[in-house]
């Protein structure tokens, strides 16, 4: 019996043994999150975890996650593969008293494979279209000896760059720079692409970005922006770049430019100096600028950025304008001509902290700027049809503008990833004092006769105080409606609340010199009036993202309240709003380079403050303008619809997008004649709420590249129209406007020669409901094209032609025939330094016009400036990337 107790208890002892190893070897849980470059979730990476005793398999989910559930050892070997991807390996060891262990954020670096030259050739993929990126390849391109890569922005397909270098995507402008996933110096896109050299560049990557936070959460809500993203080729993502450029030209236009970077992956150091002057009979500028910046990763997680931005600016220019006004008594027509001199100095600082882990992430930042400006205008307006006055006008201003700004995000992954939290907080102060001076004589003609029968000199002097304060705020929290390890991808629920409050006051006297000489405070053209706006925001949604799907939909109740008071009379102002809007956003994968995508969001605005205090402002006395009190706010929604294909077999490739925008309680102008003094008319306007302002339009790209992406031909355009809704002579009137514009471009880039070719036709017709249906019409033909032919390395030559026919303009536009003609030829090592003499528009044709439609007034605008010119520029360019051993051919 003893014997069989002693069994019994030998057996239940190396029972309980063996439960307790069991339980000590399944202590364990593992879970981690894997990105790429772009810190975005990698969906169906394969990930092994090994120890001395098992292999453990998974796969990440659609939110990059991965989790194993029974670890038996605190030491462990994980592998992680993906297509596309640079295999990561590494060891971990994790405290043993952890049951629950989270990972730091797994960072896949894009894997780029070298291919044989005849390969690249035939097998290169030019672009790639993905749920919300579109990506080059730069190898599918032409790079030439010293090209930038704005150089290499313009040969690709739905990318647009003006004059200034800004960059816009399908009509979209670019807002933000990175490289390699990284923000890059002070994500200035003009100016990097610039200054980067475009054969470092493997890939280009056009990205609709929600904002890091969303990347954070993966929950995205609202109008996308667009940012640019380069990769660079293996090995190439540091280094020191930058340069000085002497220009000379003989429109007696001189300037000095010098730029430093230094650039360590996460650490980055630029500076940068810049003083032109002009001096010819249409421009007078002096202008001096200085700028650092600096961005480092402080420690793991996180980074600091800082910039500082001083500019000192004497300008001078001349501008001519036509203005026609349509108006049930007839029409206006004003001729006006002005000469403007300012000078303007500005100090601008911005600090950043930016901080993230497995579970939380944070931001930090604030920004301060001072600026003083002084304006001095003299100006002379011909009035005939209905109103028939000439107006001589001079006036001088001055103003201070100090104001700082700071926001605080803060968000932070809960329950294993299934819920999450984001919480902010914003704040800004705004500071203004104006003092004006405005002398104005109007000389007053018969009517029939057109001699002049009398004038009128009006001096007064204006001085303007604007102070404003605000704060606001926001918390936002989802909630996963999937299980944990479903990974088929993921639905979250969340809920958000957003508010801003703000206080103003604006203080306004008026003093005005009367014939004697004696001057006197005038009480109706003054102010002291204090307001405070409340806007709220509470939106709904649901957001779901799977392989090829992804979606949001919502809802926003957006409540506003506008109070205010003059302090001088105790009048006291209330405005009530209540707005309601549903939101959207879809991005669908139809297949391997075709995607859907569709947007839409509506926000609320209040009046601008000049449009609601009932203070009559006689800046123009033509026109005096006195604002709505009871103006609503306005409820603004805009739809985006967009399709992208690139057939790769085919090389022809489309991109078209739909954008539709339409407003309740608009704010629209109201503008009457009245009789002053003399018996003359004037012009006064107020402003009314309305409904039935909005636009549509329809943009598009169609290109085909043919013999091996030699050769691109491509069709762009867009049709757009417009519907708007104004008050004259308090009177309900209407417009409609089409413009349609088509472009038809053949490009050829080789290594020795380009040759770039657009004919272009843009149509405009408005109709107006007062007169009678007047109808104004412009039209523009335009062809274009130029050529570079590189004999060598050190030696290139460039020529562009333009020839414009314009019709429909009221002022003299003329068919202007542009031609221009460029050598450059560079010197030392690596072409270092670069002379070049750039001849501009050989015939002297040229003209800054444009021209705008508002409501029932068409104004055209010239810039008088010296286009003629002969420009050199001496160069000395500073680049070294990667380390001494890197390829920078590699592909």
Not at 286 to 300: E, F, P, T
Not at 351 to 362: E, I, M, Q, R
Not at 760 to 781: A, H, L, R
Request: aromatic share 10%; net charge positive; glycine share 6%.
């Amino acid at each position: 019996m003893k014997k069989s107790n002693n069994l019994c208890f030998l057996l239940f002892f190396i029972l309980i043994l063996f439960s307790f190893n069991a339980l000590a070897q399944s202590q364990f849980k593992i879970s981690g999150h894997v990105i790429d470059s772009l810190k975005k979730p990698v969906e169906g990476v394969s990930i092994r975890l090994i120890t001395h005793q098992d292999t453990l398999r998974t796969n990440s989910d659609a939110k990059g996650n991965f989790a194993f559930a029974k670890v038996h050892l605190n030491k462990f070997y994980l592998s992680i593969t993906a297509l596309g991807y640079k295999p990561f390996t590494s060891i971990y060891e994790i405290e043993s008293s952890k049951k629950n262990a989270v990972l730091d954020p797994i960072m896949l670096q894009v894997e780029t494979i070298r291919l044989e030259d005849v390969q690249i050739k035939v097998k290169v993929d030019p672009i790639k279209i993905k749920k919300d990126t579109i990506e080059y390849n730069a190898g599918a391109y032409t790079v030439r000896e010293n090209d930038k890569v704005e150089d290499l922005l313009r040969q690709l397909q739905g990318i647009e760059i003006d004059a200034k270098g800004a960059v816009t995507a399908m009509g979209k402008k670019m807002t933000k720079l990175r490289v390699n996933g990284e923000d890059f110096f002070t994500n200035n896109v003009e100016d990097y692409i610039r200054q980067l050299p475009a054969d470092i560049i493997a890939k280009l990557q056009v990205i609709d970005d929600y904002g890091d936070e969303a990347n954070f959460t993966g929950i995205k809500v609202g109008t996308p922006q667009k940012m640019l993203n380069l990769v660079t080729k293996p090995g190439l993502d540091k280094g020191v770049f930058g340069g000085v450029d002497i220009n000379s030209a003989t429109s007696n236009a001189h300037d000095l430019v010098a730029k430093g970077n230094i650039w360590r992956n996460t650490k980055q150091i630029g500076f940068g100096g810049r003083y032109g002057m002009t001096n010819n009979e249409f421009s007078k500028l002096n202008n001096s600028m200085l700028n650092g910046n600096i961005r480092d990763k402080i420690s793991k997680g996180f980074s600091l950025h800082g910039s500082y931005d001083f500019s000192n600016g004497n300008n001078r220019s001349i501008q001519s304008n036509y203005l026609e006004t349509f108006n049930p008594q007839g029409t206006i027509y004003d001729l006006r001509e002005s000469i403007n001199h300012s000078n303007s100095l500005t100090n601008t600082i911005n600090l950043g902290l930016n901080g993230s882990s497995a579970k939380n992430y944070f931001n930090v930042s604030l920004s301060g700027e001072l600026t003083d400006t002084r304006n001095d205008a003299s100006s002379t307006s011909n009035k005939t049809g209905i109103i028939k006055q000439d107006l001589s006008s001079n006036s001088g201003s001055k103003n201070n503008n100090p104001n700082l700004n700071g926001s605080i995000n803060w968000s932070r992954r809960l329950s294993n990833n299934k819920r999450s939290l984001s919480m902010g907080f914003n704040f800004g102060s705004n500071r203004g004092n104006t003092n004006s001076s405005i002398n104005d004589m109007i000389r007053y003609y018969n009517e029939t006769t057109n001699l002049l029968l009398k004038d009128s000199i009006l001096n007064r002097l204006v001085e303007h105080k604007a102070s404003s304060a605000n704060f606001g705020g926001n918390i936002q929290f989802s909630n996963s409606l999937k299980k944990a390890n479903d990974s088929t991808g993921y639905n979250f629920i969340n809920i958000s609340y957003r508010f801003m409050v703000s206080r103003s006051r604006n203080q306004q006297t008026t003093t005005v010199n009367n014939a004697f000489g004696n001057s006197f405070v005038v009480d109706s053209l003054g102010q002291d009036y204090v307001s405070n706006f409340i806007n709220q925001n509470v939106s709904i949604g649901y957001n779901a993202n799977k392989s090829r799907l992804s979606y949001n939909l919502g809802v926003n109740f957006s409540p506003s309240i506008i109070i205010g008071q003059y302090r001088d009379t105790g009048q006291k102002l209330k405005n009530y709003q209540l707005n309601f809007s549903p939101l959207a956003n879809l991005s669908y994968q139809i297949k391997d380079n075709e995607n859907l995508s569709f947007d839409y969001i509506g926000y609320t605005s209040s009046p601008d403050f000049n449009k609601l205090q009932p203070i009559r402002n006689n800046n123009d006395v033509q026109n005096l303008i006195i604002g709505n009190p009871d103006l609503k706010a306005t409820s603004s929604h805009t739809a985006d619809f967009s399709y992208n294909k690139f057939g790769l077999k085919s090389g022809l490739s489309i991109m078209a997008n739909l954008l539709g925008t339409f407003a309740i309680n608009s704010v629209v102008s109201n503008t009457v004649f009245l009789r002053d003094t003399l018996n003359s008319l004037k012009q006064q306007t107020t402003y009314e709420n309305v409904n039935g302002i909005y636009n549509i339009g329809v943009g598009y790209s169609i290109n085909k590249r043919i013999l091996d992406n030699k050769i691109s031909l491509s069709i762009d355009g867009n049709v757009a129209y417009s519907h708007n809704v104004f008050y004259t002579d308090n009177v309900l009137n209407r417009s409609k406007g089409i413009n349609i514009s088509n472009a038809l471009k053949f490009n050829l880039n080789q290594k020795k020669y380009s040759l770039n070719t657009s004919t272009s036709y843009s149509f405009s017709s408005n109709t107006y409901s007062v007169m009678n249906q007047n109808i104004k019409n412009v039209q523009v033909v335009a062809l274009s094209g130029n050529a570079s032919w590189i004999p060598s390395k050190r030696f290139r030559v460039n020529a562009s032609v333009s020839k414009s026919l314009n019709f429909g303009y009221s002022l003299y536009a003329g068919n202007p025939l542009l031609v221009n003609l460029g050598l450059n030829s560079s010197f030392l090592k690596d072409n270092r330094l670069l002379f070049s003499v750039q001849a501009n528009d050989l015939f002297n044709q040229g003209a800054l016009f444009r021209t705008s439609i508002t409501n029932n007034s068409i104004s055209e605008n010239r810039t008088r400036f010296i286009s003629r010119f002969i420009q050199a520029t001496l160069s000395y360019n500073l680049r070294h990337f990667g380390s001494k051993n890197s390829n920078i051919n590699a592909e």
